[in-house]
């Protein structure tokens, strides 16, 4: 039997209390005395909170494995305290079999550093014509919940009204990368405004996002099925959200940390580092997005972690690829940008980074209470711990770090994922084992 003792931690940042893990599982919650070889990991100061899910990742594997692996996604997942994590569909192949998303799957668990979910691609090859196999992948092993095809917009309102009509009878949702392809063709890639002007980069307004959110709340309210907003990333898409949520539509969202902290100011200096879709915008859509995450009306922080290999991303701004790394960074973000600042609290995060994700994602064993019976999925982190952002120790195998050089002050300190220490060993003293108690042998 495996048993891990974690000592003193803050549950939501409240009062402290050990957390005594058997087997995957939280056995005992409170002061515990344990007997017996017992690994220790001292949480002393350290929120607990439940496992962080990410609804929005791109692990790269299959086909761009010079980008990233699922195993070095995974080191980064659990580095950045995620026990769960949504792998995007476009891949090469596209995840739109049966067959594909279950490859993905055994390939997140052969790693086994965290839970590795596929995303179904909502059409073929992302194609936007034809449906792919949602039903078949639904009854696979993958049991897949979330369609997207992320990269590209369900833009044909025929697709997706089907594509939601399809995903309903077993509870599936639609993940929209709302871009309206009209509105902000392949070629934009900078905020529509006073910058694009100056930079003379193509624009990409608010409004081609805007525009198909409004279009798919209708739709969802049409077909009675479940739609989730992307990355938002314009003030106007969360008047869309908070306007259809009062209604009662089944709409969800999310919104990445870079679009929480970074605005298209950065662009002037056309460092590609900053080139992301959707692009970074201006500061009051971004305290915009901020207000939204705290009232409700965005659920979920995604990180779109997005790695890129040097040769596709050290280009001129307008050639370079779209995307940034976020999976080790995103607690330290949210932390800086929203814990400090007194705008969410800690049982805020684990509401945001990993209840509403779990339920959005149809994850029944994540997201749960920090309580005895519940399988251990655990994020211990240290909210007064400085770090300071170097891309190049990263373990994602790409560099496309924005926050390189920056100062946050909150980290991730240790991962616990099923029960066993996925990130810490190693790298932090806190970790002892085995612990040889006064009563060897004593029942537990
Ligand atoms: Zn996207």
Redesign the pocket.
């Known amino acids: 039997m495996s048993r891990l003792l974690i000592r003193g931690a803050r549950l939501l940042g409240a009062e402290a209390a050990d957390l005594l893990v058997e087997d995957g599982v939280i056995r005992e919650v409170g002061s515990v005395r344990p007997s017996g070889d017992v690994e220790v990991l001292d949480a002393d100061g350290l929120v607990a909170l439940p496992g962080l899910v990410d609804l ?1 990742v791109h692990l790269r594997e299959p086909g761009r494995e010079d980008a990233e692996t699922i195993a070095t996604g995974s080191a980064a997942a659990a580095a950045g305290g995620y026990t769960a994590v949504f792998a ?1 569909a476009n891949t090469s192949p596209v995840t739109d079999t049966a067959e594909a998303a279950e490859r993905v799957l055994d390939l997140g668990r052969a790693c086994g550093l965290t839970q590795v979910v596929p995303v179904g691609a909502v059409t073929k090859g992302l194609a936007g014509a034809e449906l792919a196999e949602l039903g078949l992948m639904a009854r696979s092993r993958a049991a897949v919940r979330v369609f997207s095809d ?2 590209h917009c369900v833009h044909d309102a025929r697709v997706m009204r089907r594509a939601l009509e399809y995903v309903k009878p077993f509870g599936g949702v639609i993940s929209q ?1 709302a ?1 309206d392809p009209r509105l902000a063709g392949p070629d934009a890639c900078c905020h529509e405004g006073e910058v694009s002007g100056r930079l003379g980069l193509p624009g990409w307004p608010g409004i081609a996002e805007e525009s198909i959110v409004a279009r798919d709340v209708m739709l969802a309210r049409h077909t009675g099925s479940r739609v989730h907003v ?2 938002v990333s314009t003030a106007g898409t969360v008047e869309v959200i908070r306007w259809a949520k009062a209604q009662g539509i089944d709409v969800t969202a999310e919104v990445t940390p870079h679009h929480l902290a970074l605005t298209t100011d950065l662009l002037t200096g056309y460092d590609p580092v900053y080139k992301v ?2 692009p970074l915008r201006p500061s009051e859509d971004v305290e915009a997005l901020r207000a939204a995450l705290v009232d409700g009306t965005i659920d979920a922080v995604a990180t ?1 972690h997005a790695p890129h290999a040097r040769h596709d991303k050290e280009h001129a701004f307008a050639d370079a690829a779209f995307g940034m790394l976020g999976l080790e960074t995103a607690m330290s973000v949210v932390s800086e940008v929203l814990v400090r600042p007194g705008l969410l609290d800690w049982a805020g995060v684990a509401r945001v980074m990993s209840i509403a994700p779990a339920r959005i994602g149809g994850l029944a064993a994540q997201g749960r209470s920090l309580s005895a019976g519940e399988p251990a999925h655990i994020t211990l982190v240290d909210a007064e711990r400085e770090i300071t952002v170097d891309a190049t120790t990263s373990r994602s195998r790409s560099r496309n770090n924005p926050w390189h050089g920056r100062t946050f002050r909150g980290a991730v300190e240790a991962t616990v994922h099923a029960g066993r220490i996925t990130h810490g060993r190693g790298e932090t003293s806190r970790i002892h084992r085995p612990l040889k108690t006064a009563k060897p042998g004593a029942d537990l």
């Open positions: 929005h995007m992320d990269g990368h871009q992307a990355h879709n959707p779109d």
